[in-house]
């Protein structure tokens, strides 16, 4: 038997609760993963309580896009892993019946990838869904080039931040955005080139003061809303936008006129495909050897705390990922 964190209805952090299961036998081409520990996102707060972008099927719905563990069984035919071997979970496509939160997950095997050697649990943990839509939005959809001058928006979260480290491993130049002037020293010290706090600048006097009037080539929207209009001011003619995020759930005016490339980004339409995942496998490895890439953990709980570690993100005062261990 396994302990696995479900709900029956969609609501706050008190509708999780946890269960005994079964542990799954994998099937032809998949892995068990035994998990370690899974990292609290956006997405699960939306399944939980009924407004993600994908239809969630209750009663008794598993969340979990994220995680990390060791290689506990292999189905038929599945090569390329052992047993032992650890790991992290690449994408978890239907997380309401397999998702990370639980002491047991399997997938197919492509969609497991060797643990970043020199990251601990909880980092690795952590690592892969920030790091994968911020590679995928900047690397292979805007196609972020040294020089480049990139506006990351919520710098303090998970992609915030690994944007602002693919943009400094790159060779481009972060500017980081967040709300709160308190900020501005620990995102000076994750990498960014300058912080613009919304609590008491001008985000397009700001950014424009930051590139020579020139704006922004890129800007990373993880936030949409209303507070989009601005971003679109703050870039250059001709340069891109992508939409890669919904943390603000505040219908988006539709940008008309904008003289800019814009993208809607989902990190699914990556994640699933094993040739950028490679390519996002490898900078991710490389960045982690040279140590100029590595995921900030805000804070730990544990598979018992998992209601209070959603509160805790719902509050929004964290900065870096939300763990808990299994």
Do not use: C
């Not at 650890?86 to 095997?109: K, N, Q």
């Not at 600048?201 to 704006?215: I, L, P």
């Amino acid at each position: 038997m396994q302990r696995v964190v479900v709900f029956d209805e969609f609501g706050g952090p008190e509708v999780m609760h946890v269960v005994e299961e079964p542990v799954v036998d994998p099937a032809a081409g998949e892995v068990r993963v035994r998990i370690e520990a899974f990292a609290v996102n956006p997405l699960d707060l939306m399944m939980r309580s009924g407004t993600s972008p994908a239809p969630v099927p209750l009663p008794h719905a598993r969340l979990g896009v994220e995680g990390t563990g060791v290689v506990d069984a292999l189905g038929p035919g599945t090569t390329g892993l052992k047993i032992g071997d650890p790991v992290i979970l690449a994408a978890v496509p239907d997380p309401s019946a397999r998702g990370s939160y639980a002491a047991y997950t399997t997938l197919p095997a492509s969609q497991v990838l060797p643990r970043p050697a020199g990251l601990g649990v909880t980092e690795a943990a952590a690592v892969w869904v920030a790091y994968s839509t911020a590679y995928g939005a900047l690397v292979e959809k805007a196609g972020m080039r040294p020089g480049d001058h990139v506006l990351v928006s919520a710098a303090s979260g998970g992609v915030g931040r690994a944007a602002i480290q693919i943009a400094r491993q790159i060779g481009a130049v972060p500017l980081a955005l967040t709300r709160h002037t308190a900020r501005k020293d620990e995102l000076l010290a994750a990498g960014a080139a300058a912080v613009i706090a919304t609590d008491h600048e001008n985000v397009v006097d700001a950014v424009r003061r930051h590139t020579d009037g020139a704006g922004a080539d890129i800007v990373l929207d993880v936030v949409m809303g209303p507070g989009q209009q601005e971003l679109l001011k703050a870039a250059r003619p001709g340069g891109t936008l992508v939409a890669a995020g919904f943390l603000d759930p505040r219908p988006t005016p539709f940008p008309a006129g904008s003289p800019l490339r814009i993208f809607s980004y989902r990190s699914f339409e990556h994640t699933l495909d094993p040739a950028v995942v490679k390519r996002m496998a490898a900078f991710l490895n490389a960045g982690v050897r040279l140590g100029a890439m590595r995921p900030a953990v805000d804070k730990v709980f544990t598979l018992d705390d998992v209601v209070a570690a959603h509160r805790h993100l719902e509050a929004g005062l964290h900065s870096g990922k939300i763990v808990v261990t299994v």
